[in-house]
């Protein structure tokens, strides 16, 4: 029956004369063709059928995808890839949608069964128009869109009305796409704690866990993927306050896995949120007075469906995240790609002496300037302002006076150019302080409760949240703009916190603002305050809403335990490579090479004035003189054999090979292993390689391939002056003695060496 209804579409589509797709008679004759040729072999029709009766059924056609909706739910019943006629299925037949309401009178939130009341259809398009209802009174109006261009399908909220008396919420989709383990090789992929994958006859029954602070949102990476029989498809939920659903129901052989969404309309003021008041702290919930926030961002997600050429390989997640990497916006700024960057931690109040004073900043400055060879190195300083970290803000109008002043500082950011270092401020515009001289209480935003957001004592004073979208409309741009003219800020700052909560509501009922104004009016516009006056913002967590804005965050998180068994793929590095810098920051001085070299991680610690300097020559060694080449190359491949894997990056002979079990990893350029996990002998540049080690021993390197080996020379570095090294040679296999610790730099010539 399946046969024969699809059949009759594609014949019934060749008599069209108005084509909106753009098909002519002749394409739809070779792809009926090509279907007849399919089904005699069983190809096209070998999945079962979804048991949706034909009259219930409107179709979206492209030349390559056919999407059938079911006309009494408005959701997917099934995705047809036409070249190879494999199926991906939609929602359970007959399950309606949700919408979650709010009636003001009496006051309550209620889940709401709802079905179309209307369809319009075009070929590409169809909008289902559903009239939900609250104790039978008409309660809001919405469209749900769908829209087919070649393989890529757009769900869309659109023409919400909501009517007097009520407020729309949100609607639950939470199996827009399924696959099911009889299907051939199914398996599942997600991004947003790193990557992982798991096949579905393997898989855990469980669901994507929620964020602490978001809840459904995936604010890191936001794709999830499924598979099977060589096909894939990829959803990216690109609405910043919309949920991303996946999870996996069932037992063997009969699991289920299903890709859906939350679309967001208003944030629900009756739900309690975790506002970062520490472990332990109650939530903060909505009562009768707390505004459902409007989100201000149209609701969105998108779903592209991949499938190989005829005669193609298998495709597999890897090919799902080239093409999310392929729209991804490139890296706004390359000042980072080459920068050893670290926080110095000067002061807080609760030291009883300062942790460095400037001039003890300059000498760890010139210490590191001699030690990695005039390398270029990007300096934050952290509690340069007032009393020391977090103190003062939101003024910024005072330098510690216990650790050089204002005089001090500037100095030290004048002589830091001579050692190719740039030093900037660590500021913050989501935290401020009673004490502080430019308190103001209008801009402090409100928790659902209403009363005003105290947040932590993260050095001796509750500190309270700002809401930065009335704070920017207000005293946040004189700020900018005093920041880069008092402190001659030199093209670069650090602005903490204020990517690592792209969504913060605030429920002020004077200036009420979702997370999406206040990331619009407030986050968004402190980047374009300090852009007026050349000044890039960098910030602490990776966030997808900043991908294409900003360009250096100071980490990305994760990776957590996979809740459907899965193990590791390097997905976000994958999609982000060429996006964004991010890094990691070992706790209490761990380094985790391992981790950071997997998924693609440069080395950002703070560093306290008294920290060794063996811990910053290991942080730049062993992190970021092979990750200044690995960022720039391309994910290509990746493969795993038990508790081995390869990643491939572009180019030939590159790649990283981790061995699991034991920790270790390899790393190899042009075909030559550059480093490991106690050593590096990896190029610096085009004319020097860096040798360094954590044990005594040789250590060898291979020179390039454009190098002569008769002019290499060698010298080992001292925070006063280098020392010659010798050099045992063969080929162009260069080996040197190595003591712990003790950098050596290898340089292509004797007049190479003389000018660094």
């Given at each position: 029956m399946l046969q024969d209804h699809l059949f009759r579409q594609m014949q019934g589509a060749t008599r069209m004369t108005d084509r909106p797709d753009g098909l002519s008679r002749r394409t739809l004759l070779k792809i009926s063709a090509a279907g007849m040729a399919m089904a005699k072999t069983g190809n096209l029709f070998s999945e079962p059928a979804v048991p949706v009766p034909a009259g219930r059924v409107t179709s979206l056609h492209s030349p390559h995808l056919v999407l059938q909706l079911d006309r009494t739910t408005g959701l997917p019943v099934s995705y047809r890839l036409l070249r190879s006629g494999?199926?991906?299925?939609g929602s359970a037949p007959s399950t309606p949608l949700k919408v979650r309401l709010f009636q003001r009178e009496p006051h309550a939130f209620s889940d709401v069964e709802i079905r179309p009341s209307s369809e319009k259809t075009t070929r590409s398009t169809a909008d289902f128009r559903f009239q939900a209802t609250c104790d039978s009174a008409p309660a809001a109006n919405f469209s749900l869109r769908y829209a087919i261009d070649g393989r890529r399908i757009q769900v869309t909220l659109e023409e919400v009305q909501e009517l007097p008396g009520f407020e729309l919420i949100s609607?639950?989709?939470?199996?827009?796409?399924?696959?099911?383990e009889s299907d051939p090789n199914a398996w599942i992929a997600h991004a947003d704690d790193g990557g992982d994958l798991v096949s579905l006859r393997d898989a855990k029954?469980?669901?994507?866990?929620?964020?602490?602070f978001w809840g459904e949102i995936n604010g890191v990476l936001p794709v999830i993927m499924a598979g099977h029989s060589g096909t894939v498809c990829v959803q990216e939920t690109t609405a910043f306050m919309d949920g991303t659903l996946l999870s996996v129901t069932g037992e063997a052989p009969a699991r289920v896995a299903s890709l859906g969404t939350t679309k967001v309309h208003r944030v629900d003021g009756s739900a309690c949120y975790d506002m970062n008041l520490g472990r332990g702290a109650p939530k903060s919930c909505g009562n009768n007075a707390t505004p459902n926030l409007l989100v201000e961002q149209k609701s969105a997600c998108r779903l592209d469906f991949l499938e190989p050429e005829a005669g193609g390989k298998a495709l597999d997640w890897i090919d799902g995240a080239k093409l999310v990497r392929a729209r991804m916006p490139a890296i706004p700024n390359h000042f980072y790609d080459d920068k050893f960057i670290y926080g110095i931690r000067v002061d807080e109040p609760k030291f009883p002496k300062p942790s460095a004073t400037f001039e003890r900043c300059e000498q760890i400055i010139r210490d590191m300037h001699a030690l990695t060879d005039g390398s270029p190195q990007l300096v934050h300083l952290w509690g340069w302002q007032f009393r020391g970290k977090d103190t003062g803000y939101p003024a910024v109008n005072v330098v510690n006076e216990r650790i050089g002043g204002y005089d001090g500082m500037m100095r030290l950011m004048g002589r830091a150019k001579a050692l190719n270092t740039t030093v900037s401020l660590s500021d913050n515009y989501d935290d401020a302080y009673r004490s502080s001289p430019a308190w103001n209480e209008e801009m402090i935003a409100r928790k659902p409760d209403g009363e005003l957001w105290k947040s932590r004592e993260w050095t001796g004073e509750e500190?309270?949240?700002?809401?930065l979208a009335k704070y920017m409309e207000g005293p946040g741009p004189d700020r900018v703009r005093y920041t880069c003219e008092r402190y001659k800020l030199p093209g670069t700052i650090h602005v903490d916190v204020l990517s690592y909560y792209a969504i913060r509501n605030d429920w002020d009922l004077k200036h009420p603002a979702s997370g999406i104004r206040n990331l619009n009016a407030g986050r968004y516009r402190i980047m374009e305050e300090f852009a007026k006056h050349g000044v890039d913002v960098t910030s602490e967590g990776l966030r997808y809403p900043f991908i294409g804005k900003m360009s250096m965050s100071w980490y990305a998180g994760g990776p957590k335990p996979c809740?459907?068994?899965?193990?590791?793929?390097?997905?976000?590095?994958?999609?982000?490579?060429r996006s964004a810098v991010w890094g990691r920051a070992g706790n209490a001085g761990e380094l985790p090479l391992f981790l950071m070299t997997f998924y693609g991680e440069a080395q950002h610690s703070i560093f306290n004035g008294d920290a060794s300097q063996e811990r910053m020559l290991d942080s730049f060694y062993l992190t970021m003189v092979p990750w200044f080449r690995l960022h720039l190359l391309n994910i290509e491949g990746f493969q795993r054999t038990q508790d081995r894997t390869v990643t491939y990056l572009e180019g030939s002979g590159n790649a990283i090979e981790m061995d699991w079990q034991n920790q270790s990893y390899k790393v190899t350029l042009n075909g030559a292993e550059v480093a490991r996990k106690d050593a590096v002998f990896c190029p610096l540049g085009n004319d020097r390689i860096a040798m360094y080690a954590v044990h005594d021993g040789p250590l060898t390197a291979t020179l390039p391939a454009s190098w002569a080996p008769q002019e290499v020379t060698g010298a080992a570095l001292f925070p006063d002056r280098k020392e010659p090294v010798s050099l045992k040679q063969a080929g162009r296999e260069v080996t040197v003695t190595m003591q712990a610790r003790r950098p050596v730099m290898l340089y292509r010539s004797r007049s190479k060496a003389s000018t660094t």
């Amino acid at each position: 029956m399946l046969q024969d209804h699809l059949f009759r579409q594609m014949q019934g589509a060749t008599r069209m004369t108005d084509r909106p797709d753009g098909l002519s008679r002749r394409t739809l004759l070779k792809i009926s063709a090509a279907g007849m040729a399919m089904a005699k072999t069983g190809n096209l029709f070998s999945e079962p059928a979804v048991p949706v009766p034909a009259g219930r059924v409107t179709s979206l056609h492209s030349p390559h995808l056919v999407l059938q909706l079911d006309r009494t739910t408005g959701l997917p019943v099934s995705y047809r890839l036409l070249r190879s006629g494999k199926l991906y299925r939609g929602s359970a037949p007959s399950t309606p949608l949700k919408v979650r309401l709010f009636q003001r009178e009496p006051h309550a939130f209620s889940d709401v069964e709802i079905r179309p009341s209307s369809e319009k259809t075009t070929r590409s398009t169809a909008d289902f128009r559903f009239q939900a209802t609250c104790d039978s009174a008409p309660a809001a109006n919405f469209s749900l869109r769908y829209a087919i261009d070649g393989r890529r399908i757009q769900v869309t909220l659109e023409e919400v009305q909501e009517l007097p008396g009520f407020e729309l919420i949100s609607l639950s989709m939470p199996s827009l796409v399924s696959v099911h383990e009889s299907d051939p090789n199914a398996w599942i992929a997600h991004a947003d704690d790193g990557g992982d994958l798991v096949s579905l006859r393997d898989a855990k029954a469980g669901k994507l866990p929620l964020n602490t602070f978001w809840g459904e949102i995936n604010g890191v990476l936001p794709v999830i993927m499924a598979g099977h029989s060589g096909t894939v498809c990829v959803q990216e939920t690109t609405a910043f306050m919309d949920g991303t659903l996946l999870s996996v129901t069932g037992e063997a052989p009969a699991r289920v896995a299903s890709l859906g969404t939350t679309k967001v309309h208003r944030v629900d003021g009756s739900a309690c949120y975790d506002m970062n008041l520490g472990r332990g702290a109650p939530k903060s919930c909505g009562n009768n007075a707390t505004p459902n926030l409007l989100v201000e961002q149209k609701s969105a997600c998108r779903l592209d469906f991949l499938e190989p050429e005829a005669g193609g390989k298998a495709l597999d997640w890897i090919d799902g995240a080239k093409l999310v990497r392929a729209r991804m916006p490139a890296i706004p700024n390359h000042f980072y790609d080459d920068k050893f960057i670290y926080g110095i931690r000067v002061d807080e109040p609760k030291f009883p002496k300062p942790s460095a004073t400037f001039e003890r900043c300059e000498q760890i400055i010139r210490d590191m300037h001699a030690l990695t060879d005039g390398s270029p190195q990007l300096v934050h300083l952290w509690g340069w302002q007032f009393r020391g970290k977090d103190t003062g803000y939101p003024a910024v109008n005072v330098v510690n006076e216990r650790i050089g002043g204002y005089d001090g500082m500037m100095r030290l950011m004048g002589r830091a150019k001579a050692l190719n270092t740039t030093v900037s401020l660590s500021d913050n515009y989501d935290d401020a302080y009673r004490s502080s001289p430019a308190w103001n209480e209008e801009m402090i935003a409100r928790k659902p409760d209403g009363e005003l957001w105290k947040s932590r004592e993260w050095t001796g004073e509750e500190s309270y949240i700002q809401g930065l979208a009335k704070y920017m409309e207000g005293p946040g741009p004189d700020r900018v703009r005093y920041t880069c003219e008092r402190y001659k800020l030199p093209g670069t700052i650090h602005v903490d916190v204020l990517s690592y909560y792209a969504i913060r509501n605030d429920w002020d009922l004077k200036h009420p603002a979702s997370g999406i104004r206040n990331l619009n009016a407030g986050r968004y516009r402190i980047m374009e305050e300090f852009a007026k006056h050349g000044v890039d913002v960098t910030s602490e967590g990776l966030r997808y809403p900043f991908i294409g804005k900003m360009s250096m965050s100071w980490y990305a998180g994760g990776p957590k335990p996979c809740p459907f068994g899965g193990k590791p793929v390097p997905m976000l590095s994958m999609i982000y490579r060429r996006s964004a810098v991010w890094g990691r920051a070992g706790n209490a001085g761990e380094l985790p090479l391992f981790l950071m070299t997997f998924y693609g991680e440069a080395q950002h610690s703070i560093f306290n004035g008294d920290a060794s300097q063996e811990r910053m020559l290991d942080s730049f060694y062993l992190t970021m003189v092979p990750w200044f080449r690995l960022h720039l190359l391309n994910i290509e491949g990746f493969q795993r054999t038990q508790d081995r894997t390869v990643t491939y990056l572009e180019g030939s002979g590159n790649a990283i090979e981790m061995d699991w079990q034991n920790q270790s990893y390899k790393v190899t350029l042009n075909g030559a292993e550059v480093a490991r996990k106690d050593a590096v002998f990896c190029p610096l540049g085009n004319d020097r390689i860096a040798m360094y080690a954590v044990h005594d021993g040789p250590l060898t390197a291979t020179l390039p391939a454009s190098w002569a080996p008769q002019e290499v020379t060698g010298a080992a570095l001292f925070p006063d002056r280098k020392e010659p090294v010798s050099l045992k040679q063969a080929g162009r296999e260069v080996t040197v003695t190595m003591q712990a610790r003790r950098p050596v730099m290898l340089y292509r010539s004797r007049s190479k060496a003389s000018t660094t």
